[in-house]
């Protein structure tokens, strides 16, 4: 009888066990379910993030672009501007430097002092050591020509030591330059009533 009893009681205590198996069972499977619920939240999550962030990456090289655009226009727009504003300033008929077509020895700086008068400098560059000057001033006319006869001419050498001097020959020359041409070039040629210097020379503009 005892056996019978005990026995009945080993068997209550091992279907009690399997219940309690089942049930640990049970519970854990919603906490599994939402375990992997959220790591698939997780990851949608990150996928959108990773979508988002793709998706702005093109907007902004493009922000960025028109922005490098437009500063370059600006730029291009500045530089033509300020070209036009240095043309207006210096777009001067006859000023400038000019250099004979053959001979760069001879040099040639016509510079507007006002409206009228302008200062002209020749140099021919001889050698070296040695250059002849000549410095005068005087008015265009009508005709493009200008006619001076307050030029003063000088020797200007240098030195074994490097040092300058300045010698003047006369003070009274006199003649003109006009504007002529020679083919399709303009320039300018030169009379010299003193001692018909620069006869050959024909000055291009630099």
Not at 38 to 56: F, H, L, Q, R, V
Not at 112 to 133: G, P
Not at 182 to 197: I, P, R, V
């Amino acid at each position: 009888m005892k056996r019978k009893i005990i026995a009945a009681l080993a068997f209550s205590m091992l279907l009690c066990g399997c219940e309690e198996t089942a049930n640990s069972q049970n519970n854990s499977a919603p906490s599994e379910k939402a375990a992997s619920s959220a790591a698939t939240s997780a990851e949608s999550t990150a996928s959108e993030g990773t979508s988002e962030t793709t998706a702005e990456t093109p907007s902004a090289a493009q922000t960025k672009a028109e922005s490098v655009t437009s500063t370059t226009a600006e730029e291009v727009s500045s530089a033509v501007s300020a070209a036009i504003s240095t043309d207006a300033i210096n777009g001067d008929l006859f000023a400038g430097l000019y250099t004979d077509e053959t001979n760069s020895n001879w040099s040639l700086s016509i510079d507007n002092i006002n409206d009228t008068l302008y200062n002209v400098n020749v140099t021919y560059k001889k050698s070296e050591t040695e250059t002849d000057e000549w410095q005068l001033s005087g008015e265009f006319n009508g005709r493009k020509t200008l006619h001076y006869d307050n030029c003063v001419k000088s020797i200007m050498t240098i030195d074994e030591d490097g040092a300058a001097s300045s010698e003047k020959i006369y003070t009274d020359g006199s003649g003109c330059f006009m504007v002529a041409e020679e083919g399709t070039k303009t320039g300018f040629s030169w009379t010299d009533d003193k001692e018909n210097a620069g006869s050959e020379c024909f000055f291009i503009k630099q």
